[in-house]
Antibody, heavy 119, light 110 residues
């Protein structure tokens, strides 16, 4: 089964941007949608949106529209999330989670990438 | 879209059955059989336990079951075991191809 390998932890200053990657290992994104989910310290899960890599089509949760961009490189089976204008409230673990395109559940998860926004 | 509503915590003794709810609206749970449940142990990534209301992925114990009535979905854990102690999150498909999570329920095995 496909595994999702995420990039390492990041420490960023307020106002800057961060880009987190998620690479499919042992397979490709051919039939998958990649969701991005974040979890602030001690808090619950928050869905940010998803991208279908083979189509390049993305949809964003309302709370993230305008500040988040999902992209994907089909040639390397890698998806990315970029979050701009970082503020302290964006400090969280960011997960990528895959699921078959036509399904709305996530059966493969990355281990998460910790992003710390710190001045 | 507002988060789904879950009880903050539920507890039970080993061997018991527990059931906890996830309440949404007619715009999400009430309109779609697209409710999923995720288990998360501390410091770990979530794991899919139930999808499409009551289906179990391969490898998930049949002690876990899901159901739905109206705008409320439920997860039941039968024969509670120590390893079931974790946070559980419900998730539903909603308006405009979006997903929404519940706030999570912490299950404690006494």
């Amino acid at each position: 089964q496909v595994q999702l390998v995420q990039s390492g932890a990041e420490v960023k200053k307020p106002g800057s941007s961060v880009k987190v990657s998620c690479k499919a290992s042992g397979g490709t994104f051919s039939s998958y949608a990649v969701n991005w989910v974040r979890q602030a310290p001690g808090q619950g899960l928050e869905w940010m949106g998803r991208i279908i890599p083979i189509l390049g089509v993305a949809n964003y949760a309302r709370d993230f529209q305008g500040r988040v961009t999902f992209t994907a490189d089909k040639s390397t089976s890698t998806a990315y999330v970029e979050l701009s204008s970082l503020r302290s409230e964006d400090t969280a673990v960011y997960y990528c989670a895959g699921g078959i395109t036509t399904n709305y559940y996530m059966d493969v998860w990355g281990k998460g990438t910790t992003v710390t926004v710190f001045s | 879209q507002s988060a789904l509503t879950q009880p903050a915590s539920v507890s039970g003794s080993p061997g018991q059955s527990i059931t906890f709810s996830c309440t949404g609206t007619s715009g999400d749970i009430g309109s779609y059989n697209l409710v999923s449940w995720y288990q998360q142990h501390p410091g770990k990534a979530p794991q899919l336990m139930i999808y499409e209301v009551n289906k179990r992925p391969s490898g998930v114990s049949n002690r876990f079951s899901g159901s739905k009535s109206g705008n409320t979905a439920s997860l039941t854990i039968s024969g509670l075991q120590a390893e079931d102690e974790a946070a559980y999150y419900c998730c539903s498909y909603g308006d405009r191809s979006s997903l929404v999570f519940g706030g999570g329920t912490k299950v404690t095995v006494l």
